[in-house]
Antibody
Framework: EVQLVESGGDLVQPGRSLRLSCVVS????????MHWVRQAPGKGLEWVSG????????GYAESVKGRFTTSRDNARNSLYLQMNSLRVEDTALYYC?????????????WGQGTLVTVSS | DIQMTQSPSSLSASVGDRVTITCRAS??????LHWYQQKPGKAPKLLIY???SLQSGVPSRFSGSGSGTDFTLTISNLQPEDFATYYC?????????FGQGTKLEIK
């Protein structure tokens, strides 16, 4: 059974940093690209970032480019999202998502999300 | 950025109906288009990938079509569990983008 478990969400002040983690099981992690997708309360889905199976390519939404960094540790079956200079508008539920394949494409399996709240 | 526009934004239908949701891209995306279903309080679920391929385990009443800029998701013989919000998403180029969602409600 595929499992993706996010952690690291918290209440933080604007301008601070936070690191999200996602530990996966039930599939060969280093065979698949991975993504972060967020959903603000009561709003739609927003793709945040993606990383290929070998970390060779990473992509970011314009709204987070230069502030957020996605990385992965294939030896630890883990995906990370380093979030710096957080803004109130970054408040959302952040999902860790497994891709269909090695290259960034469709979003096949989703975690349950971790909540990030940015507020003073 | 590629803009994805879904229509309608909301839709009322009855059990047994056939419904169609459309998704239009602001530029050609070939078939790099996927459809998701989300129920309240739950994570989204992949239904259709690459415009028309049915994800494993998804009922065959769901189907997708289209290429270029215009795509459709069709649900035949609506079931009670199909009432949810549906999103399209493009993976043609960064940044990947979603449509605004279509909320399917019971009439």
């Amino acid at each position: 059974e595929v499992q993706l478990v996010e952690s690291g969400g918290d209440l933080v002040q604007p301008g601070r940093s936070l690191r999200l983690s996602c530990v996966v099981s039930g599939f060969t992690f280093d065979d698949f690209a991975m993504h972060w997708v967020r959903q603000a309360p009561g709003k739609g889905l927003e793709w945040v970032s993606g990383i290929t199976y070998n970390s060779g390519t990473r992509g970011y939404a314009e709204s987070v480019k230069g502030r957020f960094t996605t990385s992965r540790d294939n030896a630890r079956n883990s995906l990370y999202l380093q979030m710096n200079s957080l803004r109130v508008e970054d408040t959302a539920l952040y999902y860790c998502v497994k891709d269909i394949g090695q290259w960034l494409d469709g979003l096949q399996e989703w975690g349950q999300g971790t909540l990030v709240t940015v507020s003073s | 950025d590629i803009q994805m526009t879904q229509s309608p934004s909301s839709l009322s239908a009855s059990v047994g109906d056939r419904v169609t949701i459309t998704c239009r891209a602001s530029q050609s995306i070939s078939t790099f288009l996927h459809w998701y279903q989300q129920k309240p309080g739950k994570a989204p679920k992949l239904l259709i990938y690459a415009a028309s391929s049915l994800q494993s385990g998804v009922p065959s009443r769901f189907s997708g079509s289209g290429s270029g800029t215009d795509f459709t998701l069709t649900i035949s013989n609506l079931q009670p569990e199909d009432f949810a919000t549906y999103y399209c998403q493009q993976s043609y180029s960064f940044p990947y983008t979603f449509g605004q969602g279509t909320k399917l409600e019971i009439k």
